[in-house]
């Protein structure tokens, strides 16, 4: 249930960009999530605008109070703390809607599916061109953040998407991202 949330501001640092922190602090939040199997945090962005473009410079995790603890208790936030400035642990406001945070992926790069449909179905370059044209190209207009694959080490963008406000709570599981699709958070 994420009753209690904690906010996690970027300080302004005139050597490295606010977004390239974010990322950084993002890559290090997943991977406390992943070393702790945590099903029970999710992340919001109080930031979060379409115009301009931008998460903000805050990350607020939601979860109890006793999973918020555990999760600070492992001081996943090492070689961050001169570059953040973290909340201590409140509850959310009992009269605040509630939204899912929600990963959304799109088709950005028509030679990037060419080459995906190329080594998937052994066609040559001139049948994954006719099959694939570039009108299908999307460019997402929603914020995201630039991360670092676990696995595969590369990078990529994680577009953030906000569902309709709800009137009260629905529980669920989070992802190792701390984003649900069904799953809500406190929105304030």
Not at 48 to 71: C, D, I, M, V
Not at 175 to 180: A, K, R
Request: hydrophobic share 40%; glycine share 6%; net charge positive.
């Amino acid at each position: 249930m994420t009753t209690h949330y904690l906010d996690i501001a970027l300080r302004d640092d005139p050597q490295i960009a606010a977004p390239h922190l974010l990322g950084a602090l993002y890559d290090r939040l997943h991977l406390a999530l992943v070393q702790q199997r945590r099903d029970d945090v999710g992340i919001s962005f109080p930031g979060h605008a379409l115009k301009p473009r931008t998460l903000g410079t805050t990350l607020r995790l939601h979860g109890s109070e006793a999973g918020l603890q555990a999760l600070q208790a492992a001081d996943w936030l090492r070689g961050m703390r001169d570059h953040v400035r973290v909340s201590n642990i409140a509850a959310a406001p009992a009269d605040a809607e509630h939204r899912t945070v929600q990963r959304r992926q799109f088709k950005t790069s028509a030679e990037r599916l060419r080459r995906r449909r190329m080594r998937r179905k052994g066609e040559t370059a001139e049948q994954a061109a006719a099959a694939i044209p570039s009108r299908m190209e999307h460019r997402p207009d929603l914020p995201y953040v630039h991360l670092h694959s676990q696995s595969t080490h590369q990078p990529f963008c994680l577009f953030i998407d906000l569902g309709a406000p709800q009137p009260r709570a629905i529980n669920g599981v989070f992802n190792t991202y701390g984003l649900s699709g069904t799953a809500t958070v406190p929105w304030f």
